[in-house]
């Protein structure tokens, strides 16, 4: 829903192998306040498992606190389909 891709309700449909892996990317941003830049499946709800890319930055007031995050979510699952075929054809050279 809006409201949980607003806070961290995104992390619930987070596939389960990328969960671990994905929250380390995202303390580490907060930690040093640097952008983020990791690749993941979410589900959704039409289409099932899909690739994502997902970068942002986070925008830092005054006093250092972070306020809120900007940045892109790129549904990457055609290129993530193909690398998977290229790899099996080149085992099978």
């Known amino acids: 829903t809006k409201e949980q891709s607003m806070k961290l309700g995104w992390l619930?449909?987070?596939h389960p192998d990328d969960v671990k892996r994905t929250l380390?990317?995202?303390v580490e941003s907060v930690e040093a306040q640097q952008p983020m830049?990791?690749?993941y499946r979410i589900w959704?709800?039409?289409k099932?498992?899909?690739?994502m890319h997902a970068r942002g930055a986070p925008r830092v007031d005054a006093q250092g606190s972070?306020?809120?995050w900007y940045?892109?979510?790129e549904d990457i699952?055609?290129?993530k389909l193909m690398e998977a075929k290229l790899l099996e054809m080149s085992r099978l050279q």
């Open 12 to 14: 619930e449909a987070l």
């Open 37 to 39: 830049d990791v690749e």
């Open 44 to 46: 959704d709800v039409e």
């Open 24 to 26: 380390h990317h995202l």
């Open 48 to 51: 099932g498992w899909r690739w």
């Open 77 to 79: 699952d055609e290129r």
């Open 71 to 73: 940045g892109t979510l």
């Open 66 to 68: 972070i306020r809120y």
